[in-house]
């Protein structure tokens, strides 16, 4: 996944919910999920980065906010209107790493990594549940890359 970090500009501003004029997005993962729920005549409201939810990292054991990347309403099949929290990661990133023998700065990183991302996505589904939403990862497999 490269990084790479621009502001978006919907076609329909009026599903947007927060400061249209300060949509940002840190990858082009990113920006094709953004495309996708402008363009999407099912998603009645959308915003990114726009919900802080309280999370304890394992790194200090201290609080910090997690912003994930998307709140969509959209109406589903039935006409029932359903609200989901999206996090757009590359799927290595949704996996615990295996455990190695030789501790390589890579591996660290990755076991850190997944430490403090199960920590947010897991105080998410709980914040969902609060509210009767669902939580879900999306990764390359999702958007058809690779």
């Not at 920006?31 to 363009?39: F, G, S, T």
């Not at 990114?48 to 969509?72: C, L, M, Q, T």
Request: hydrophobic content about 30%; overall charge positive.
């Amino acid at each position: 996944m490269t990084s790479y970090k621009g502001k978006f500009n919907p076609s329909n501003p009026n599903k947007y919910k927060g400061n249209v004029d300060n949509i940002i997005w840190r990858s082009t993962w990113e920006l094709r999920v953004m495309k996708q729920l402008d363009e999407n005549p099912s998603v009645i409201e959308w915003s990114s980065e726009e919900v802080a939810i309280p999370y304890i990292s394992p790194e200090d054991g201290k609080y910090h906010r997690y912003f994930p990347d998307f709140i969509v309403k959209v109406k589903n099949k039935e006409g029932k209107i359903e609200t989901m929290m999206l996090e757009v990661k590359p799927y290595h990133q949704t996996q615990e790493p295996k455990v190695q023998k030789k501790k390589t700065k890579k591996y660290i990183n990755e076991v850190v990594t997944w430490g403090k991302n199960s920590q947010k996505w897991k105080a998410a589904k709980e914040y969902c549940e609060d509210r009767g939403w669902s939580f879900k990862l999306i990764t390359e497999k999702e958007l058809g890359i690779r």
